[in-house]
């Protein structure tokens, strides 16, 4: 199980300009490193990280693997859902989400709407690699993964692309992955403060 307790964080070192009032959502296809990438994130940020996959399999008592075989990949995105649900309404922290959550319309409209939305951005080739490393890749087993991977990304990268925030991820080291994260939230979270500021002078003015 991927849970990383804010208590459990040493030292954290909070290099974000404004404080987060809401949670942190890594979307992206298998292998883009949302949960490597995540809790060194969460570290960095000194908030808990959370891998939904893993919370689906604490919820269901069976992997994410055995769920797809047994009840198929449309309970495996109802039982997401309400996880998911459920995550988002605790205290701001960091989430990993699996490949298809964002897919989910309800989960899409929630995520972009009470978290700040991240994709994770990887070059196929590097995705095929990495998850060639590891067999529990449910979508994978059913042909070529190269070809199944590419198709994944026909099909979902234009809606990843409605994504807060887009970072690249590759082979480089995943420090780099967390520090342009962080850039680009220091600059999401300006945008979002000078909206928040004009709205109140707004309202001022009209009171």
Known sequence: MKR????SIKSPANRLRYPLTKSISLIGLMGSGKTTVGIRLARKLGVAFVDSDAEIEIA???TVSEIFEKYGEEDFRNGERKVITRLISDRPGVLG????????RETRKRLKEQTITIWLKADINHLVERTARRDTRPLLRAGNPEKILRNLAKKRYPVYGR???TV???AGP??????DIIWKLNQY???EKKKQDNAESKNNRRS
């Open 168 to 170: 690249e991820t590759g």
């Open 97 to 104: 989400t699996g490949g298809g959550a964002f897919m989910d």
């Open 189 to 191: 979270l300006a945008k």
């Open 174 to 179: 995943h420090d780099k992955v967390v520090n």
């Open 60 to 62: 269901a008592d069976h």
């Open 4 to 7: 990383i307790k804010k208590n």
């Open 163 to 165: 994504a807060a925030i």
